[in-house]
């Protein structure tokens, strides 16, 4: 009696369903993976950094951050 055969491999169905999931999760949805802490507006992220830190002036600032929002068009 060969148990391998009945299990579909050594692995139950669950398991190649989960497995699968997990691949599908990977490969297919790079950019949206729960937990992540990615922000959607990265340039306006690093724009309101540089400010805090005194890189910039406020008035570059707000000039940067309008165009960044595309509020001046």
Request: net charge positive; glycine share 8%; with cysteine.
């Amino acid at each position: 009696m060969n148990c391998t055969t009945s299990h579909f491999g050594g692995m139950h169905f669950l398991w190649w369903f989960f497995w699968g999931i997990i691949l599908v999760w990977i490969f297919a949805l790079p950019y949206d993976i729960p937990g992540q802490r990615r922000s959607k507006n990265a340039a306006l992220e690093i724009l309101k950094q540089r400010f805090a830190n005194g890189m910039i002036e406020k008035e570059e600032y707000l000039e940067k951050k309008e165009i960044l929002e595309g509020k001046n068009n």
